[in-house]
């Protein structure tokens, strides 16, 4: 549904992208996730035609960007960062002026204009300006427009950024939903939207691709993973205690609250032991947790410039094959 082949963008001396090669295939909800200046806004204004790529090829619904546009972008929905739009016209008028834009006909242009209001909830603020519109709403507007041609592809750039917590669980709602039926790309730099929205990650760091994974997979890579940690208010525990347990590899002791994490040796399984122990000691425990692994430590693994050069060979294998 997107493809990109060596795609590259240059500003003098600086490369934005390089080489970046990923595919999204129907049914996906890829995150495309690097730290600020990654290079992940500019990727995303040469998939939707608003750049030329100083080299390489990007493709939508099989259709290269630069030399059939119009087909590329008659199958793309695109949300830019900060959701533009002309902030004197009302929501009214900037949907109907979409709706006129994109061609459709007259019948089918008002169907849609309905389903999509009705869609985002926007019916309150039809006739109020855009400018007038808290971020949130601007945002459903700019989703609105993205989508008004039913297109079968969604490109979303920093969806829910700067938006308060009650505003990106509405936003993410809308995109759940949407993502039943379309494919989407959601560039971030929010490790939560990773968790809320995507079932494949891509992480850039410097216009290179450094890893392309599931967000289990990439979690799997923490050194979290697998490792129990709990809470055991005036227990007292023994760091000595839980290291003689044989599938203990290490043992960490947060000094603000003072809950312990037990990390595993490679392959073993320590829950059910670490339970063990903990009810054999009397001990009452709040809370215990098996971890899954933390992205946040993989992101800024992959993403420094040491341990970015460190994962390639992890995560290689992964990336040439989306590639």
């Known amino acids: 549904m997107i493809e990109t082949d060596q795609l590259t963008r240059c500003y003098g001396n600086l490369t934005a992208v390089d080489a970046l090669s990923i595919r999204v295939e129907p049914g996906q909800v890829l995150g495309l996730l690097g730290p600020n200046g990654a290079g992940k806004t500019t990727a995303m204004r040469m998939i939707a035609g608003f750049l030329v790529p100083t080299s390489g090829v990007a493709r939508v619904c099989g259709h290269d960007v630069n030399r059939e546009p119009v087909k590329a972008k008659r199958a793309l929905g695109y949300l830019p960062e900060g959701a533009p739009s002309y902030g004197e016209m009302t929501v009214r008028e900037f949907l ?169 040796k490679p392959g073993e399984r320590i829950l059910e032991p670490v339970e063990t122990l903990l009810r054999e000691q009397g001990l009452e425990v709040s809370e215990i947790q098996l971890e899954r692994g933390r992205l946040d430590e993989v992101f800024r693994h992959i993403t420094t410039q040491d341990g970015g050069a460190r994962n390639r060979g992890d995560f290689g294998a992964v990336a040439a094959g989306a590639a």
């Open 96 to 264: 109907q002026f979409i709706v006129r834009m994109r061609g459709l006909k007259a019948d089918i242009g008002y169907r849609r204009f309905e389903e999509v209001v009705h869609r985002l909830q926007l019916e309150e603020v039809l006739d109020l300006c855009i400018e007038t519109l808290s971020k949130g709403l601007r945002r459903r507007v700019g989703l609105a427009q993205a989508i008004l041609h039913d297109p079968p592809v969604l490109m979303l750039d920093e969806p829910t950024d700067g938006l308060d917590p009650n505003q990106k669980h509405a936003v993410r709602q809308l995109i759940d939903v949407m993502a039943r039926d379309r494919t989407i790309l959601i560039s971030t730099h929010l490790l939560e939207e990773v968790h809320a929205l995507c079932n494949r990650v891509v992480i850039i760091a410097h216009g290179k691709l450094l890893a392309d994974a599931t967000p289990a997979e990439l979690e799997q890579r923490s050194r979290y993973h697998g490792a129990v940690s709990f809470s055991a208010p005036g227990s007292g525990m023994s760091q000595e205690m839980l290291g003689r347990l044989p599938q203990v590899a290490a043992i960490e002791v947060d000094p603000l609250d003072g809950r312990i994490t037990v990390f595993p």
